[in-house]
């Protein structure tokens, strides 16, 4: 995993709640970087970093990450962002002005429309990794979806720090509720008007995702090993929140909701 340095003043910030700034690295490129803003472990950056190592393994298009130090003095004092938030290791997501973001004018893509997105199918995916980790921000208020205009129109997903139900360590993780899910979207509905739950989707889905879950339990050391030490993660915490996540019955039950939620979306009607 790549460690980065600022260059030069920030570009800009991000206005959200956590106000995420731009900034150029010492590779010459443009990352989006959030900060710990907190003190003990910074288990935000930890759960950004994990879902966005996750879903990458997944084979979905998503941003390149790094971790990244700021220099203080490269963030203008205007923006009253605390100059020692900077003092600990940044996650970075790499930037790119291509990718604008889907926003609810996308969701009535006219038919004719549609073969303009080869990969639309992977919508399905995406809101099954949502599911799997509990990733409670990806919804019908907010997709947190990019499209690579350069790219057959791929969905960029992004912004992963809502995982294990918006960080939450203090209780087993619980399966999000409907209203939470991409899936139950206008987005998704519109977009795949096709799809048929039949038994070839089923054994499609199913080898997909237990492909993909094993092979981020394969990679789980690696990525344990890459987290910044500055971070100071609750390893306990941590090693109960995967038991669960890569547990039989949580993806036996994981791949029965998204099965449902996508019958029940598809029967919904189209606007």
């Known amino acids: 995993m790549d460690l980065l340095y600022s260059i030069q003043t920030a570009d800009r910030y991000f206005d959200t709640n956590t106000k995420p700034v731009l900034v150029t690295c010492n590779d010459l490129s443009d990352y989006v970087c959030k900060y710990h803003m907190g003190s003990g472990s910074a288990m935000r950056l930890v759960c950004e970093f994990i879902g966005s190592s996750f879903i990458k393994l997944w084979e979905l298009h998503t941003p390149d990450i790094a971790f990244v ?12 962002i605390h100059g020692y938030y900077f003092d600990t290791t940044c ?9 604008p973001e889907v926003t609810k004018l996308d969701e009535n893509i006219p038919s004719v429309s549609l073969k303009k997105f080869p990969y639309k199918d992977e ?42 139900n918006t960080i939450d360590f203090n209780h087993p993780i619980y399966e ?33 995702f237990y492909f993909c879950t094993d092979k981020c339990k394969q990679n789980l050391d ?41 019958q029940y979306n598809l029967n919904k009607p189209r606007l």
Not at 69 to 80: A, D, G, S, Y
Not at 91 to 99: A, I, Q
Not at 138 to 157: K, M, Q, S
Request: with cysteine; proline share 3%; charged share 25%.
């Open 69 to 80: 130090k700021i220099n203080r003095n490269h963030i203008p004092p205007e923006w009253n």
């Open 176 to 208: 999000i509720t409907e209203e939470e899910s991409l899936i139950n979207t206008d987005l998704v509905r519109n977009f795949i008007r096709s799809s048929t739950i039949n038994h070839s989707f089923c054994e499609e889905y199913r080898n997909y």
């Open 123 to 164: 919508l399905f995916k995406i809101g099954l990794f949502d599911l799997w980790v509990s990733n409670e921000d990806r919804n019908h208020n907010n997709y947190n979806l990019l499209i690579d205009v350069e790219n057959d129109r791929r969905f960029v997903p992004i912004d992963h720090e809502a995982i294990f």
């Open 91 to 99: 996650f970075g997501s790499k930037f790119n002005r291509n990718y």
């Open 222 to 262: 690696k990525i344990y090993h890459d987290i910044p030490d500055d971070w100071s993660i609750n390893k306990v915490s941590l090693t109960e929140k995967m038991d669960q996540l890569f547990s039989e019955a949580w993806i036996k039950a994981i791949f029965q909701k998204f099965l449902l939620l996508v």
